[in-house]
């Protein structure tokens, strides 16, 4: 009897956890927090189309335009700042670009979603831009050697203002990798002349958060 009495007390515990219900898995959360509206620096690329202005109806033919930019962000996310280098090349071979310069950005998204600086804006998908860039364009011409009376090669060295819109929208959560569309025009300085339009698109790699 006292031997059944003790393995009764022994077993009680171990038949009460077996009655107990299975623990719930742990659930897996996400601490890691959101991503800013901006990271502070980024490397921009882009490719596209354009066309030259004032040119002779036979020269006239599309231009492939290449850009990559590297920049930070000074001011939060409103502002952008950084270098710039682009190229411009006439398809049948008649001119070449290649602009190196500064440019800087205005996010009117950020501007919008802070209340003009009144508070730090919430991460947003898609962000608006207009910019500039200042640069010293570099340019060569060429007629084909049939052109009667022929005209030599020719280099033009000149300061440009590139005007441009941006509109991105990011690729991953993160906020890392962004998709961005630019549809840009390049002036004299004084905006007097229009030398050059062009519409391309791009990535943007973003860091240091």
Do not use: C
């Not at 927090?33 to 189309?49: D, K, S």
């Not at 962000?73 to 398809?91: E, K, M, N, Q, V």
């Not at 630019?182 to 229009?194: F, G």
């Amino acid at each position: 009897m006292k031997h059944g009495a003790l393995a009764l007390a022994l077993l009680t515990p171990a038949l009460a956890r077996a009655a107990d219900p299975p623990a719930a898995p742990p659930q897996e959360t996400d601490a890691s927090p959101p991503p800013p509206f901006v990271y502070p620096a980024l490397v921009r690329t882009l490719v596209g189309l354009g066309r030259a202005t004032r040119l002779p109806k036979d020269d006239d033919a599309p231009s492939v335009v290449m850009t990559v930019e590297v920049g930070e962000h000074p001011l939060g996310g409103a502002l952008g700042t950084g270098i710039s280098l682009s190229s411009a090349l006439d398809s049948k071979g008649l001119w070449s670009v290649v602009t190196p310069g500064l440019f800087a950005t205005l996010d009117l998204t950020y501007l919008f979603l802070s209340g003009l600086w009144a508070y730090e804006p919430p991460p947003f998908a898609g962000r608006l831009r207009v910019g500039s860039r200042l640069g010293i364009a570099v340019s060569e011409s060429y007629r084909p050697s049939g052109d009667v009376p022929y005209a030599p090669p020719y280099m033009l060295i000149r300061p440009e203002l590139q005007s441009f819109v941006d509109l991105e929208w990011p690729l991953d959560r993160r906020q890392v990798y962004s998709l961005v569309g630019r549809a840009a025009i390049d002036t004299s300085v004084n905006l007097s002349d229009a030398f050059r339009w062009s519409f391309s698109a791009g990535i943007d790699y973003a860091w240091g958060q």
